[in-house]
């Protein structure tokens, strides 16, 4: 199944493009097929998964036919689509949802995690100890256990034979200043130790806190990478903030996201050295709680 959220973008600029050289505004578009503007500009902006009907009326009321008409109908189909990750609703939350939805289909995934670990390589124990972090930032807005199984779930996944290959390049600065107990994060940093040996698609790198990244600024948030193998498809940047993650689907601004990611890359550790810091840290914080590796 293609990415829905990325077919959403894709059948969005398309009717945004076909209005337009049809002379038309929202409020025109809107007038024709017996819609409110906003309806129309949520469309236009992929933040409703849209319904086939309502698309076939845009699409006669652009007199739009033959082959076009198809393939845009195609389109609207698999943007439509429901993936796994809506069965667990706000258990779940909207960037989860994101994540597991362009991991479905990327080809490639490459992140740089400054402020917290890769959400698809967490261990149990670790995911755990984030939940009552989260607890005391206040009320929680999702079932604990239901996030978990979800969360393990996204990670099956990614893990399929056919999943993307994902490659992350670590901030040592998290792995020190996240407030989880040391048992926690030492079995998080065996569980991607783990990941990154035994899986060829997944490569984990470690960008040390005194690491010099020459050729420009730092980056100022994580943000993660996206290729998708269909042509049509095209590569796609989100960055993280507190609130709410941001799509960057302009080409020079994703390009500008892919050189910056590729410089922390050449900064950090190789991976066969990255392995060997993470197992060393794992084992002092081992030695802290007095347990048994």
Sequence with gaps: ?????????????????????????????????????????????????????????????????????????????????????????????????????????????????????????????????????????????????????????????????????????LDECLIHRLAVPPEAMSAQLRYMIKLGSEVDRITIRVLLHDARIPGGFLPKSSFYLYTFAESGDPPMAIVDTVTTDLVVTQRGEVVRYTERYDRLREAALSAEDSISFLDRVANRLADQTGSVT
């Design 1 to 169: 199944m293609p990415s829905p959220y990325v077919r959403r973008r894709r059948l969005a600029a398309e009717i945004r493009e076909l209005r337009e050289s049809r002379g038309l505004t929202t409020d025109g578009l809107a007038r024709l097929v017996f819609h409110s503007r906003t309806k129309i500009t949520r469309l236009e902006n992929a933040q409703i998964r849209p319904d086939l009907a309502e698309i076939m009326n845009i699409l006669d009321a652009l007199d739009i036919t033959g082959s076009q008409y198809d393939r845009l109908l195609k389109l609207a189909r698999e943007a439509a689509q429901k993936g796994w990750w809506d069965r667990y609703g706000m258990s779940m939350g909207p960037r989860q949802k994101l994540a597991a939805d362009l991991e479905y289909n990327a080809s490639t995934v490459r992140s740089y995690d400054q402020t917290a670990m890769p959400g698809a390589l967490q261990c149990r124990p670790f995911i755990e100890a984030l939940i009552k972090l989260d607890e005391n930032q206040g009320t929680l807005e999702y079932q604990p256990e239901r996030m978990t199984e979800a969360r393990e779930h996204r990670q099956r996944e990614l893990l399929r034979a056919d999943g993307p290959f994902y490659e992350t390049v």
